[in-house]
């Protein structure tokens, strides 16, 4: 890989790219589960004292502005929570996806003030953090289709995924900061 596709790698994927461990402990779970509770805390402080040009600034040449990615968490976890409980009320249910990249664009994804998106994170993950600690071990072996995977996605790995995902989209918040020396 050439040092330029390694600088985009790292500017896209600040913390990595999401892997599914081999074998999930009850231990991870449990990590996962309070990264979802902590993330709306991180999310307010990653984006703390920035302003609109700031925020309207790509983490990345080509990538979403700031107030992108603050709106693409409330969108992207408000449909993982649905998920959630369709898979665990129903049967393996295949879920509907969502065209992110377009959603992005519309004009609450590339103009709204952030407020909106931070309570809605806030209490979005107040819930979500609730239900996840309560849902029974072998709940967390349900699943959802996605059929853009063409596969079945356990709760537990869901959780994995969404655990990091949060993080994912706070470092490309706080990265940004950093090079820019906005901190």
């Known amino acids: 890989m050439s040092e330029q596709a390694v600088e985009l790698e790292l500017l896209r994927f600040p913390i990595g790219r999401f892997v599914v461990p081999e074998s999930i402990t009850v231990d991870q779970r449990q990590q996962w589960i309070k990264e979802i509770g902590v993330l709306p805390k991180q999310l307010e402080e990653a984006v703390r004292g920035l302003d609109d040009g700031q925020l309207d600034t790509p983490y990345r040449d080509g990538g979403w502005t700031l107030r992108q990615v603050v709106h693409h968490i409330a969108d992207s976890h408000m449909n993982s929570y649905t998920r959630f409980k369709l898979a665990v009320t129903e049967e393996r249910p295949t879920i509907k996806p969502y065209a992110e990249e377009l959603w992005a664009e519309l004009p609450d994804g590339e103009r709204a003030p952030i407020g909106s998106s931070l309570r809605l994170v806030e209490a979005l993950h107040e819930r979500w953090h609730y239900f996840l600690e309560r849902m029974e071990d072998g709940q967390f072996e349900r699943a959802f289709i996605h059929p853009e995977h063409g596969r079945a996605m356990t709760l537990l ?27």
């Open 157 to 183: 790995e869901a959780t994995g995924m969404y655990a990091w995902h949060g993080q994912h989209h706070v470092a490309h918040i706080t990265s940004l900061k950093q090079r820019k020396s906005w901190e």
